[in-house]
């Protein structure tokens, strides 16, 4: 029977069907930060059942608050420090080596094509941008996730979303998930995993199918997938070439997950980026969305640019190729946290760095701070943020405070302006 | 297995995401009782006042569609829970809020938009709606009048509610 990704992953790790259409999957790797896991190992240890199914599938990054900012984020970075030594979890990554979650993680090659990822975190759903099945879940299902190895999901059906055309020069992946965002609506993909296919998904770099798989959230949907092809067997090849004997065996090896020809979807949405303009939110919903030149104009009191979904190196690339030369405008306050150490330290390899600072921008380490109004530019209320983040909901980076998402292009030239700007009506310098 | 029912807190408004129920400041509590004073605190609803009486002496959310989108906090469901708040039913739930509900051994009650808009017509300072677990029925009363309306909830689901949520049945049976 032709199948979609999801359904072959569902098919390879079916682990028991207690009830008709609940599944429970075996998990290949399980993802934790310091927010949501501090209570799960605090509730195994109360039963008495502190225990980790596999240390070598457990992940775990202190991201959220770092350096802590307070005893009780103390606490917690110091929950999950401890129990990551005392189980011997070996991909531990704390400060000096940590990273947003959804950067470091596949940066450190633990996604692979076919995988069951859950974490506890929304924003799991980057990871589908291998060809896998990756969901973020609650406290309950991590804590048995670390447990038992398994999770549970009803079986999801399939949206299809076809990008094809030519990319305009300031348009980016950002762009075209906030424009499928707006199609499919904030739950139009509820209980449905959304699956990029088309030309431009098949040219688009694993940074930008990772933006484009983070917001599938933002839809509703369980996960964000793209087909494993030359491009993803190109990332991972450092972690995988011992398993291949070369590139062709690990495509063909990952081909077998791809959607089936004639796999049944639940709907199909084209979407043609040739003649799209940067996409800017309004509002306090994600599928609030406008073309930027609608909203141009519009002040903004800060500009941050990071997150798990735009604070990768071409992210960092995009935007420095707007400020290299400029000054942002002193009505503005820029903030910028490269995702990862990694990235951090390619963009100071390639002078990027130094552009943002000779901008007026600030640098922050890598952390997820702002985007959730929890540290490292915190928004007071009535106050407006331009943000490559992903969530615009009301108070998010702060109580009273509005937040306009947009891609790293848009973010560097309303910092220039201290209103939301076009990137398309500047010029952008080689880096 | 928890208690169901009592009055009704009416959430008219769709798509209520979970920053809005327990917003992320609060998320460096490690003890579930620490979020009770900060129930639905961030909620943009006109004339929505999160500490009136009315929010504490709730024990059932009514609501639109979406309710619990975004943010996979689990704090969601436990800042109701410590507000003895077991149950929310609404037109649709986004998945992970949905789950986490199950998990925590908690109701979470979809009904059509329908019926939705029959239940906030019943919508008074005394509305109550008690829950007929074994039978998936509940009845709502009010000044206004007194109806009994059907729901469905998955198999699996309702054995999550009888096992006290997913942790004690996925331990006995994995």
Same mark, same amino acid.
């Given at each position: 029977?032709?199948?979609?990704?999801?359904? *072959?992953?569902?098919?390879?790790?079916?682990?028991?069907?207690?009830?008709?259409?609940?599944?429970?999957?075996?998990? $290949?790797?399980?993802?934790?930060?310091?927010?949501?896991?501090?209570?799960?190992?605090?509730?195994?240890?109360?039963?008495?059942?502190?225990?980790?199914?596999?240390?070598?599938? /457990?992940?775990? &990054?202190?991201?959220? /608050?770092?350096?802590? *900012?307070?005893?009780?984020?103390?606490?917690?970075?110091?929950?999950? %420090?401890?129990?990551?030594?005392?189980?011997?979890?070996?991909?531990?990554?704390?400060?000096?080596?940590?990273?947003?979650?959804?950067?470091?993680?596949?940066?450190?090659?633990?996604?692979?094509?076919?995988?069951?990822?859950?974490?506890?975190?929304?924003?799991? +759903?980057?990871?589908?941008?291998?060809?896998?099945?990756?969901?973020? /879940?609650?406290?309950?299902?991590?804590?048995?996730?670390?447990?038992?190895?398994?999770?549970?999901?009803?079986?999801?059906?399939?949206?299809?979303?076809?990008?094809?055309?030519?990319?305009?020069?300031? /348009?980016?992946?950002?762009?075209?998930?906030?424009?499928?965002?707006?199609?499919?609506?904030?739950?139009?993909?509820?209980?449905?995993?959304?699956?990029?296919?088309?030309?431009?998904?098949?040219?688009?770099?694993?940074?930008?199918?990772?933006?484009? +798989?983070?917001?599938?959230?933002?839809?509703?949907?369980?996960?964000?997938?793209?087909?494993?092809?030359?491009?993803?067997?190109?990332?991972?090849?450092?972690?995988?070439?011992?398993?291949?004997?070369?590139?062709?065996?690990?495509?063909?090896?990952?081909?077998?997950?791809?959607? $089936?020809?004639?796999?049944?979807?639940?709907?199909?949405?084209?979407?043609?980026?040739?003649?799209?303009?940067?996409?800017?939110?309004?509002?306090?919903?994600?599928?609030?969305?406008?073309?930027?030149?609608?909203?141009?104009?519009?002040?903004?009191?800060?500009?941050?640019?990071?997150? +798990?979904?735009?604070?990768?190196?071409?992210?960092? %690339?995009?935007?420095?190729?707007?400020?290299?030369?400029?000054?942002?405008?002193?009505?503005?306050?820029?903030?910028?946290?490269?995702?990862?150490?990694?990235?951090?330290?390619?963009?100071?390899?390639?002078?990027?760095?130094?552009?943002?600072?000779?901008?007026?921008?600030?640098?922050?380490?890598?952390?997820?701070?702002?985007?959730?109004?929890?540290?490292?530019?915190?928004?007071?209320?009535?106050?407006?943020?331009?943000?490559?983040?992903?969530?615009?909901?009301?108070?998010?980076?702060?109580?009273?405070?509005? &937040?306009?998402?947009?891609?790293?292009?848009?973010?560097?030239?309303?910092?220039?302006?201290?209103?939301?700007?076009?990137?398309?009506?500047?010029?952008?310098?080689?880096? | 297995?928890?208690?169901?029912?009592?009055?009704?807190?009416?959430?008219?408004?769709?798509?209520?995401?979970? !920053?809005?129920?327990?917003?992320?400041?609060?998320?460096?509590?490690?003890?579930?009782?620490?979020?009770?004073?900060?129930?639905?605190?961030?909620?943009?609803?006109?004339?929505?006042?999160?500490?009136?009486?009315?929010?504490?002496?709730?024990?059932?959310?009514?609501?639109?569609?979406?309710?619990?989108?975004?943010?996979?906090?689990?704090?969601?469901?436990?800042?109701?829970?410590?507000? !003895? #708040?077991?149950?929310?039913?609404?037109?649709?739930?986004?998945?992970?809020?949905?789950?986490?509900?199950?998990?925590?051994?908690?109701?979470? #009650?979809?009904?059509?938009?329908?019926?939705?808009?029959?239940?906030?017509?019943?919508?008074?300072?005394?509305?109550?709606?008690?829950?007929?677990?074994?039978?998936?029925?509940?009845?709502?009363?009010?000044?206004?009048?007194?109806?009994?309306?059907?729901?469905?909830?998955?198999?699996?689901?309702?054995?999550?509610?009888?096992?006290?949520?997913?942790? !004690?049945?996925?331990?006995?049976?994995?």
């Amino acid at each position: 029977m032709a199948m979609t990704l999801a359904e *072959k992953v569902f098919k390879t790790h079916l682990r028991d069907e207690p009830f008709p259409g609940a599944k429970v999957l075996n998990l $290949d790797v399980v993802l934790c930060h310091e927010i949501t896991t501090p209570i799960a190992i605090n509730d195994l240890v109360a039963r008495g059942k502190d225990r980790v199914f596999d240390a070598s599938k /457990v992940k775990v &990054v202190i991201d959220h /608050v770092t350096p802590s *900012k307070d005893t009780k984020t103390a606490t917690q970075a110091k929950i999950l %420090r401890d129990w990551a030594r005392r189980h011997h979890i070996k991909d531990f990554f704390d400060i000096g080596r940590n990273g947003v979650c959804h950067a470091i993680f596949p940066e450190k090659g633990f996604i692979r094509p076919g995988y069951t990822v859950i974490m506890g975190d929304s924003h799991t +759903c980057t990871h589908g941008a291998f060809g896998a099945f990756a969901a973020g /879940v609650g406290t309950t299902d991590l804590e048995v996730g670390i447990l038992k190895g398994v999770c549970t999901f009803r079986q999801p059906e399939t949206i299809r979303v076809n990008v094809n055309g030519i990319m305009p020069e300031a /348009v980016s992946a950002k762009d075209i998930i906030l424009k499928v965002i707006q199609t499919l609506t904030v739950n139009g993909a509820t209980d449905c995993v959304v699956e990029f296919q088309g030309d431009v998904i098949g040219s688009m770099s694993m940074e930008g199918r990772m933006t484009l +798989c983070n917001m599938a959230i933002e839809a509703g949907g369980t996960s964000g997938v793209c087909m494993p092809d030359e491009i993803t067997v190109d990332y991972l090849w450092p972690f995988i070439s011992s398993d291949y004997k070369d590139k062709a065996a690990a495509l063909a090896d990952f081909r077998k997950w791809h959607s $089936d020809e004639s796999c049944v979807y639940k709907k199909v949405i084209d979407i043609d980026v040739t003649d799209m303009e940067p996409q800017v939110t309004v509002g306090y919903k994600p599928d609030q969305v406008k073309d930027v030149s609608e909203v141009a104009g519009t002040p903004v009191d800060q500009v941050y640019i990071g997150s +798990c979904t735009n604070g990768r190196i071409e992210d960092l %690339r995009e935007a420095a190729a707007y400020l290299k030369g400029r000054t942002i405008s002193p009505s503005v306050r820029g903030i910028v946290s490269p995702a990862t150490p990694d990235v951090f330290k390619q963009a100071d390899a390639e002078g990027i760095i130094k552009i943002f600072m000779d901008s007026g921008f600030c640098v922050t380490n890598p952390t997820c701070g702002a985007c959730l109004g929890m540290s490292n530019g915190v928004l007071a209320p009535g106050e407006v943020c331009a943000s490559t983040t992903n969530r615009n909901f009301n108070g998010r980076m702060g109580k009273g405070g509005m &937040v306009h998402l947009m891609s790293p292009a848009v973010a560097a030239v309303t910092a220039l302006e201290g209103k939301i700007a076009d990137p398309g009506k500047f010029r952008k310098e080689k880096i | 297995m928890k208690t169901f029912g009592g009055k009704v807190l009416f959430l008219d408004r769709a798509d209520i995401n979970t !920053d809005e129920i327990i917003p992320a400041k609060y998320l460096t509590e490690n003890s579930k009782e620490a979020l009770k004073p900060h129930i639905l605190e961030d909620l943009k609803i006109e004339g929505f006042d999160p500490h009136a009486p009315a929010v504490k002496e709730s024990r059932v959310i009514v609501t639109r569609s979406n309710f619990g989108c975004g943010s996979s906090r689990e704090h969601a469901p436990w800042v109701f829970e410590v507000n !003895d #708040i077991n149950v929310v039913i609404a037109s649709s739930f986004a998945r992970i809020f949905r789950q986490n509900m199950f998990n925590c051994g908690m109701l979470a #009650i979809e009904l059509s938009e329908k019926v939705i808009g029959e239940l906030f017509a019943l919508r008074a300072a005394d509305t109550s709606i008690s829950i007929d677990f074994a039978n998936d029925k509940l009845t709502v009363t009010s000044g206004k009048g007194c109806r009994t309306f059907s729901y469905q909830i998955a198999e699996f689901d309702k054995a999550l509610v009888k096992a006290g949520g997913w942790v !004690d049945f996925a331990d006995a049976k994995y």
